[in-house]
């Protein structure tokens, strides 16, 4: 018997696969081209996130039209390069949201919670804004940081230390010392991410790609509590957090991209398990209700033209089921970096590469 399954390992493996990926079944899903804009614009570019309300309006944070600077007397100001777009159900342009934050610089991800706020992240303002259902801003985490130095600091004395950069993140694991410039512990990124929430409100930030490697935890007021996490492969250790996403016991899951898994954590940071057959997680997706899956979107390479599955997963890290190939045409992805799964077998796919938000229903 033992030789029997090596043998069949071995002619999997020969056709460019393995027996793990050919036994996951395939989820057959119709998709549709949602966003319907007028022919003058506004155009959606780079679809960085996209999410729904409880109504079904769709908020799409993409990166387009164009960054500039102002100098100031001091500092410079830079915004620009993203925009948050808000759809009807339909895919009908509503309007625009946001217009000209300060934060808006290059998009990284949108997340609407379930009491219809709508949170932008931004990688290079590294901030996370949080938008009231109304509109109005709510509560803004981070700082955007010191582009260019007009004033530079005066030298330190003789045999003083030098002084930290502003603008960085706020440290690796818990309890760790903070590096200069974070302000409040804990509250300043290096190119975050994502966020969520549990059921106390409080809010989990994935930060993210930069060099802090960790998730910070705050209160629904915005102030710290903790943070854990550092660069490299151990447990509890990452190598470029992409997305983050907490279950309905407040468990906290978070795509470990550069180490190909996904690892759990309790809402302390406490780490409890890991699993991986997923590819390089790039998004990443919890369903709501009685039982609770996970969406995971595979990265591919660059251009997201190498491979785009689409992963259906359970909890305890198994497969259950797959849909999608990379490429331009409908029922195709080109980087998928966001997933909305308000409903488990509708979901809204935004891709970096194609300039699209794709409606995805599940049969």
Known sequence: MTRIITAAAIAAILAGGTIAAQSVPEISFTAT?????????????????????????????????????????????SRGGSKLFLFDAKGNFVREWGQDVYGFNAAIGLRVDPQDNVWTIDVAANQVVKFNADGSVGLVLGRKPETIAVRPAAPPAPGAPAAGGGGGGGGGQAGAKLPPGSGVPGSGFNRP???????????????????????????????????????????????????????????????????????????????????????????????????????????????????????????????????????????????????????????????????????????
């Open 33 to 77: 081209d949602l966003l319907r804009t007028p022919t003058e614009g506004p155009f959606v570019g780079e679809v960085a996130g996209v999410g729904a309300n409880s109504r079904g309006q769709i908020f799409v944070y993409t990166r387009t039209g164009h960054p500039y600077a102002t100098l100031g007397d001091n500092r410079t100001f």
């Open 193 to 363: 991410t994502d966020v969520a929430w549990d059921k106390a409100g409080n809010i989990y930030v994935a930060d993210g790609i930069g060099t802090n490697n960790r998730i910070a935890k705050f209160d629904r007021d915005g102030a710290f509590i903790t943070n854990w996490g550092s660069t490299g492969g151990a447990p509890g250790q990452f190598s470029g957090v992409k997305a983050i996403a907490l279950d309905a016991q407040g468990n906290v899951y978070a795509a470990d991209a550069g180490n190909k898994r996904i690892q759990v954590f309790d809402g302390n940071g406490k780490f409890l398990r890991e699993f991986g057959n997923i590819g390089t997680p790039l998004a990443m997706c919890m369903t709501r209700g009685a039982t609770q899956y996970l969406y995971v979107s595979h990265a591919g390479d660059e251009d997201g033209m190498d491979d785009a599955t689409i992963y259906k997963v359970a909890l305890d890290g198994k497969v259950v089921g797959k849909f999608g190939a990379a490429g331009k045409l409908l029922k195709e992805f080109g980087l998928a970096n966001s997933i909305d799964c308000r409903n488990e077998n509708d979901l809204l796919i935004g891709e970096l590469t194609n300039w699209r938000v794709q409606r995805v229903s599940l049969k």
